[in-house]
């Protein structure tokens, strides 16, 4: 089996960049999707195929792919932004989540 | 509106059988794949299935292969997920959620989501 490692957390002060990744073996041969979740609520798709946005995403939030590793970057971070980000990739027959990062925006 | 709405919140012993459901409206059900998520309490999210209602083509993670089953009634616009024997370490929120697109890859991003049936198992 394969994995999809992300970092427990992350922590910016509002307006500042927030990076996030996720790496893994996969990530060179399948598309990356990121996922938003804040507390109590279900996920929401924030970015697909590695770099697309979804629509009503604000453009502060923007995806890229380099080798095994997938990045998420928020720029000019908001209270707002504060929640959980998962990762998901993988092939057909097994799409894996990675373990999430918690961002907080101090 | 394109929407999934599943089922209430089910609280269970060990051993008891559950079956959960997920309508979906707004949308030519029988031409999206809709998946399972799970999510333990305090934990991450899961990838444990996925079906195709229009013929019902069922593929399970590895991790959920013969612990859940997943079906799907296309007449009513619902797919289901159950056990036959829940354990203690079932307790946890389960999603449904439809991909973006009617394509048949089975690793597209999921847009649409539903609300979550939170499933208790105790004693």
């Known amino acids: 089996s394969y994995e999809l490692t992300q970092l427990p957390s992350v922590s910016v002060s509002p307006g500042q960049t927030a990076r996030i990744t996720c790496s893994g073996d996969v990530l060179g041969e399948n598309y990356a999707d990121w996922y938003q979740q804040k507390p109590g609520q279900a996920p929401e798709l924030v970015i697909y195929e590695d770099s697309e946005r979804y629509p009503g995403i604000p453009e502060r939030f923007s995806g890229s792919t380099s080798g095994n590793t997938t990045t998420l970057t928020i720029s000019r971070v908001l209270t707002e932004d504060e929640a959980d980000y998962y990762c998901l990739s993988g092939d057909e027959d097994n799409p894996l989540f990675g373990g999430g990062t918690k961002l907080t925006v101090l | 509106e394109v929407q999934l709405v599943q089922s209430g919140a089910e609280v269970k012993k060990p051993g008891e059988s559950l079956k959960i459901s997920c309508k979906g409206s707004g949308y030519s059900f029988t031409s999206y794949w809709i998946g399972w998520v799970r999510q333990m309490p305090g934990k991450g999210l899961e990838w444990m299935g996925i079906?195709?209602?229009?013929?019902?083509?069922?593929r399970y993670s590895p991790s959920f292969q013969g612990q859940v089953t997943i079906s799907a009634d296309k007449s009513i616009s619902t797919a289901y997920l159950q056990w036959s024997s829940l354990k203690a370490s079932d307790t946890a929120m389960y999603y449904c959620?439809?991909?973006?697109?009617?394509?048949?890859?089975?690793?597209?991003?999921?847009?649409?989501w539903g609300q979550g049936t939170m499933v208790t198992v105790s004693s």
């Open positions: 079906i195709y209602p229009g013929d019902s083509d069922t």
């Open positions: 959620a439809r991909p973006l697109t009617p394509s048949r890859r089975r690793n597209d991003a999921f847009d649409i």
